[in-house]
Structures are given as C-alpha cells and as structure tokens.
C-alpha cells in the first residue's frame, strides 16, 4: 500500500482538508510511489495563519541564533543525504550520483545563509550635522515560495534558506508530482530548532493552492520558478496586489563556440550544457552557436560524445509523463520543420526501459533560428545547432531569442570573451565552461525568463525592503 504524503505546518504532519490524494508516478517504470495529498485553500489559510503567527517572533529571534538553526539544518540535510536521495530518485527518477549533487546543493544554500546572517543591512548618510540618517533592510513577512518539479529539494533550499534567514516566514507549494524531498525538507528544519509555522509546505495543484497563496492577502512576497505563461498569471494577480515578486522562468540558452576556443573541451561542456538532469533545467544551454569554420568537425564530436550517453544510466527520465509526451511533440515538430536528427530524435530503444518516460539525447545540426525547436524552451535533452561568420553575427543570434537566462562562450581571446559577454542579453554568462555557478552567484534572468535573484547576497535583498530612518536632533 503506498505511503500517504501530508502537508507540513505548524511544525507537524498536516492532512489536507479535502481528504484527497492522487498516486505519484516512478518515472523510471510508471509504478506508483506514494498518495500524495491534494490541499484546498483552507490549507492555505490555515498556513499562513500560522507563518503569520510566527512571523514577529522570528524575525525578532536573535540574528546568531537564526543563523545557528540554518547551519544545524545544513548538517541535517548532510546527515539525510542517503534517505533524501532515496526520495528525490523515486520522485524524478535521476541517476543517484545527480540526486546526491541536488542534497549537497541543498545543504550549501542553509550553509552561505547562515554565514551571513550578521552581514550588514544598512548604511549611515552623511547628510546634515544635526540629523541622524540611516537605511535598514527588513523583513516582509510572510513569502510564498512556489517550486517546479524538475529540482525539487535544491529549488526549495534556493528559496527557503535566503527567506529565513532575513526574518521571514515561509509557505511553499511544491509541484504536484515531487513533493517528498520538500516534506522531508520541513520535517528536517523543525527537528533541527526551527520554531512551529515558520516553514509550511502545502501540497496540491497550482490552480488552488498556488493560486491561494499569490492571492492571500496576507502573503507579502511571492518567489516562483516555472513555466512563462504560468509566471505571467502570477504576475497579473500580483500587480493587482502590489507585491513584489521573483520570478525564474523559462530559457533557450545559447552556447557560442568561437574557432580559437579550446575545442574538445568545448565539446564536452556543450553536452553537459544540455543533457544535464536529461535537459530539464532552466538554464540548459540547447542553442549551440558555432562559428561556422569549424562547425561540422565540432558537432561532430558533439555528436560522438553524446552518442555515449546511456539512458537509465548516464540521463534519467522525462520526470512526468506530461514532459514526456511533450518532448515526442517537439520531435513532430522538428520532422515537419525539416530538421533530421544527427543523433537520437526518438524515446529510448531500450527494452529494459520499457513503461519508463525516457528519450534519447537528441540533436538537430543546422537548424535556422526562426525554427520552433530554436525559439520554443523543449525541456528535454535535446540541442539545436547553428553557424555563424562573425562575433556580430553571434550575439545577434545569441539574442534573437524571447528568453534570456544565461549563456556560454568559448573563446581563447580574453578580449573577445568580455565584448560578447557585455553584449549578450542574459542574467548569467559562462566563458569556457558551462555550469550553474556557485550557491555565491547571483541567479536570474532577462526578457520572458523572469525579474530578480535568486542565490548569492543578491537574493538576500530580494527577500526584504528598505526602510529610510531620518533622526533629527
């Protein structure tokens, strides 16, 4: 009989009022993993009644002892890793070494907060002898923190550590289908002294429960990562609000290999860049702009190293099965746009694989950038390929695109690499490697990605807002 998931808050297990549930899906093999519950609004409002409740004291709490309660979090999640893992692969089906990274991950992000909870958060002005100018950074209050289901733990440590340890209180909504890590998550953060109802999590589906939580009047801040059209009704409702938000959204990132760049490295970092969580990030960088001299020879060795990508091993699962068709939609369409694949194009041929949401590592060489499978984010591992003659011509690819979250570029010319990363419209820029950066890098996007940070110092800010103090004397 599979386990039951309930909400978290007010620091204990908390069924849904509903009394409703739906059956989580392995993506490995379809099988049913656990009954997770399907939350009403009146979740919602007994959450944040509660974060509400907790909000004043917490944010009074000594600023050593929050930070104290993060780092103890830190080592809880170092202490869990094992069992979390153990969830995260039954609820996205990664390879083990991918779900023990995302643990890691997790625990670094409670770490940096916590070292930074006495950073200043104000200045003093200079302005006129007799008065007493100064700026201070407060707490909102209570946040919702809405999560995606493709890095459940790491996107709740991204949101959840920052927000706490500037004084706030927390409801978050996981994604239907991947819930248990941030469950385990709540759990593990109360029993490390983290005080009742400043950390609530509520499941259910994005229609109640997400919409509860943007529309409460007592939710002052709104963090979401997901999809643009879902980020533009948050948006809507928020504006209506007037409260702030950050939202991560979607990217078709572009990779531009230049002909002087170190190529077989190159080459490497442009399949990690797209076949990482099997192309389910945000970031993933599925646009390859290569200049075109070397253009043929480099994609294929791109091909070659990702001919060597196994699926089940080296590249998990579409992690729904609403993903999974949705990438088999994008093959469609790529066939009627004309692209032929030079590797992959189809789910997996492997047998053993059978009734799991697997697909191949997929690239289309040669593509033109007005096709659908170059504009449309296809959140799977799937890369596109484009020439181009000059550095020009590359930023003006790299750009003509409605997204903007983060890009490469390869290049041995340090000059070259700095024009055309101030050049590039993207939130983040790698030069001669391709990763997500630090827990310390500053997150985010432009244009259709989204607006504000996530991680570094710079999401601290984004969890709070200033407040000017003029003592006259």
């Not at 289901?149 to 709740?156: C, I, K, R, V």
């Amino acid at each position: 009989m599979p386990r039951r998931l309930d909400n978290w808050i007010n620091g204990a297990a908390s069924a849904p009022s509903t009394a409703a549930y739906t059956t989580g899906l392995n993506p490995t093999n379809g099988s049913p993993t656990v009954d997770i519950g399907v939350s009403g609004a009146a979740d919602v409002d007994h959450a944040v009644a509660c974060a509400r409740r907790s909000a004043d004291a917490w944010r009074h709490f000594p600023s050593a002892e929050r930070g104290r309660i993060l780092a103890a979090i830190a080592r809880s999640i170092r202490d869990n890793a094992d069992r979390l893992a153990d969830r995260e692969i039954e609820d996205t089906g990664k390879p083990r070494a991918t779900a023990l990274g995302e643990v890691e991950n997790s625990a670094a992000y409670f770490e940096f907060y916590a070292g930074l909870v006495n950073l200043p958060v104000g200045e003093l002005l200079d302005v006129e002898p007799n008065q007493h100018i100064f700026t201070k950074r407060e707490p909102y209050g209570v946040i919702g923190v809405i999560t995606p289901w493709n890095l459940p733990l790491n996107q709740a440590a991204r949101a959840v550590a920052p927000a706490l340890v500037t004084g706030n209180t927390v409801v978050l909504k996981p994604a239907e289908t991947s819930g248990q890590t941030t469950i385990a998550l709540a759990r593990i953060a109360t029993e490390a002294g983290l005080p009742d109802g400043v950390f609530n999590v509520v499941l259910g589906a994005g229609s109640t429960v997400g919409s509860a939580i943007v529309a409460h009047p007592d939710v002052r801040k709104v963090a979401f990562t997901g999809s643009v059209r879902t980020g533009r009704a948050i948006g809507k409702v928020a504006a209506d609000r007037v409260i702030p938000l950050t939202l991560e959204l979607g990217g078709k990132s572009a990779n531009i290999v230049f002909e002087d760049a170190e190529l077989d490295l190159a080459a490497k970092e442009a399949v990690r860049a797209f076949a990482s969580n099997a192309g389910q990030v945000c970031s993933a960088g599925t646009r390859l702009l290569v200049q075109r001299s070397v253009h043929d020879e480099f994609v294929a060795e791109v091909v070659r190293i990702a001919a060597a990508l196994r699926e089940g091993e080296d590249l998990g699962p579409m992690i729904t099965r609403a993903q999974f068709e949705q990438v088999q939609e994008y093959f469609e369409v790529a066939a009627k746009e004309g692209a032929r694949p030079a590797l992959g194009g189809s789910v997996t041929r492997r047998p053993e694989l059978a009734g799991g949401f697997y697909v191949q590592p997929t690239i289309y060489a040669g593509v033109s950038n007005d096709m659908r499978i170059a504009r449309e984010e296809i959140f799977g591992p799937v890369l596109v390929t484009m020439p181009f003659d000059d550095e020009r011509e590359a930023v003006s690819i790299a750009n003509d695109s409605d997204f903007g979250l983060v890009a490469g570029v390869f290049t041995s010319d340090i000059g070259r690499a700095l024009r055309v990363s101030d050049a590039i419209e993207a939130g983040q820029v790698f030069v001669n490697s391709w990763s997500t950066g630090a827990v310390q890098t500053p997150f985010g996007g432009h244009k259709n990605s989204g607006y504000g940070r996530e991680k570094g110092i710079e999401a601290m800010y984004h969890y709070t807002h200033l407040k000017s103090v003029v003592v006259v004397y």
